[in-house]
T-cell receptor
Framework: DTGVSQNPRHKITKRGQNVTFRCDPI?????LYWYRQTLGQGPEFLTY????????KSRLLSDRFSAERPKGSFSTLEIQRTEQGDSAMYLC???????????????FGPGTRLLVL | AQSVTQLGSHVSVSEGALVLLRCNYS??????LFWYVQYPNQGLQLLLK??????LVKGINGFEAEFKKSETSFHLTKPSAHMSDAAEYFC???????????FGTGTRLKVLA
């Protein structure tokens, strides 16, 4: 168990560029979450995967954002045409739980800090 | 809709003093409640959670929290603060009806020598 890893840890980009972040969950964890955290705020839910299926998306996730989890393993979060307001820490979390249960413990990665100039 | 409110964005305590971080929740269904800690440049780490078993929950590093339904509270305490407890603490809520976890805005704990 090596924990949740995220790459890159930092990303600086110019407005209008596309960026992609990767999350590798703990092996065999079937749930994966993406959050966004801005300065002075708690994590805000973006989206959730049960295995490879994306089951819920926040209204925060505009059409410029897309997330995938092919084969139910790692996940990618892509932001197209970045805006300065997208600058934030993007956190990934994973968990292992039987189908239908809630309230499980989420294990967080260290995050990817995005700065859009 | 669910929400959590953390009273006090910054809390300072002396080393060895009681730590009390406040969290109030709002939920129309029985909640699951969590406390996470975040150290600089790191992800969140679970301290403890309440999932409808015992109302007094003990976690790691000497922390505990008590679920009080009548007060809609889930305050975090530690009898004696250590310098290593300096970090940001987040309260979170979810329930059986959703996959979303709603986090509070956090409380930054400072421990004074």
């Amino acid at each position: 168990d090596t924990g949740v890893s995220q790459n890159p840890r930092h990303k600086i980009t110019k407005r209008g560029q596309n960026v992609t972040f990767r999350c590798d969950p703990i092996s065999e964890h079937n749930r994966l979450y993406w959050y966004r955290q801005t300065l002075g705020q708690g994590p805000e839910f973006l989206t959730y995967f049960q295995n490879e299926a994306q089951l819920e998306k926040s209204r925060l996730l505009s059409d410029r954002f897309s997330a995938e989890r092919p084969k139910g393993s790692f996940s990618t979060l892509e932001i197209q045409r970045t805006e300065q307001g997208d600058s934030a820490m993007y956190l990934c979390a994973s968990s292992l739980v039987a189908s239908g249960l809630r309230g499980e413990t989420q294990y967080f990665g260290p995050g990817t800090r995005l700065l859009v100039l | 809709a669910q929400s959590v409110t953390q009273l006090g964005s910054h809390v300072s305590v002396s080393e060895g003093a009681l730590v009390l971080l406040r969290c109030n929740y709002s939920s129309s269904v029985p909640p699951y409640l969590f406390w996470y800690v975040q150290y600089p440049n790191q992800g969140l780490q679970l301290l403890l959670k309440y999932t409808s078993a015992a109302t007094l929950v003990k976690g790691i590093n000497g922390f505990e929290a008590e679920f009080k339904k009548s007060e809609t509270s889930f305050h975090l305490t530690k009898p004696s603060a250590h310098m290593s407890d300096a970090a940001e603490y987040f309260c979170a809520v979810t329930s059986s009806g959703t996959y979303k976890y709603i986090f509070g805005t956090g409380t930054r704990l400072k421990v004074l020598a």
